[in-house]
């Protein structure tokens, strides 16, 4: 099974911050890496696919880059409805696996 | 819109089996999978299977294989996944999702707290 694991655990920021969260695999994933935002008592919604594609409607602020083992989510400047918790997730092979997460909570 | 609404919270003892169903609308049923995952307290998502939603065919993880079914009618176009044995350990929000490459997007969730 292909572990991703994420860096840092907690991120504590401010509203305006520049946010970068970190997910390496344990074997190639190419470029099969998605991530996704979880609000509080909400599902996962999409945020970014194909390591580098943002989803319908997600604002530009996100980006993801990265190919291989390590990716990379940025958010640009962070806004008030962005502190939640972040997860990767790879497809490859027939198998679905998420990183543990990292919270990004106000300073 | 594409919307996946889940059946209600449930809660059973150990040793009993639970359903949960996810009624897809706004897309075509059969173009899509529906994939289910559930989530612990505090932790990440947790994929255990899914169903085609043309040919019905299915795949689970070996993790559940042999207590966990997922179903499809597609006249209702709903999909069904059920756990038996259950234990402490699966007390989790359980997840269907629509998948053509990634997961999007996600049904409301199911608490289900297995607890005597």
């Known amino acids: 099974e292909i572990v991703l694991t994420q860096s840092p655990a907690t991120l504590s920021l401010s509203p305006g911050d520049r946010a970068t969260v970190s997910c390496r695999a344990s074997q190639s994933v190419s470029n099969y890496l998605a991530w996704y935002q979880q609000r509080p008592g909400q599902a996962p919604r999409l945020l970014i696919y194909?390591?580098?594609n943002r989803a319908t409607g997600v604002p530009a602020r996100f980006s993801g880059s990265g190919s291989g083992t390590d990716f990379t989510l940025t958010i640009s400047s962070l806004e008030p409805e962005d502190f939640a918790v972040y997860y990767c997730q790879q497809r490859t092979n027939w198998e679905w696996t998420f990183g543990q997460g990292t919270k990004v909570e106000i300073k | 819109q594409v919307q996946l609404v889940q059946s209600g919270t449930e809660v059973k003892k150990p040793g009993a089996s639970v359903m949960v169903s996810c009624k897809a609308s706004?897309?075509?049923?059969?173009?899509?999978?529906i994939h289910w995952l559930r989530q612990a307290p505090g932790q990440g998502p947790e994929w255990m299977g899914y169903?085609?939603?043309?040919?019905?065919?299915?795949k689970y993880s070996q993790k559940f294989q042999g207590r966990f079914t997922i179903t499809r009618d597609t006249s209702a176009t709903t999909s069904y996944m059920e756990l038996t044995s259950l234990t402490s350990e699966d007390t989790a929000v359980y997840f269907c999702?629509?998948?053509?490459?990634?997961?999007?997007?996600w049904g409301q969730g199911t608490l289900v707290t297995v607890s005597s």
């Open positions: 999702v629509r998948v053509l490459y990634w997961f999007d997007p």
């Open positions: 194909d390591a580098s």
């Open positions: 169903i085609n939603g043309g040919d019905g065919k299915t």
């Open positions: 706004g897309y075509t049923f059969t173009r899509y999978a």
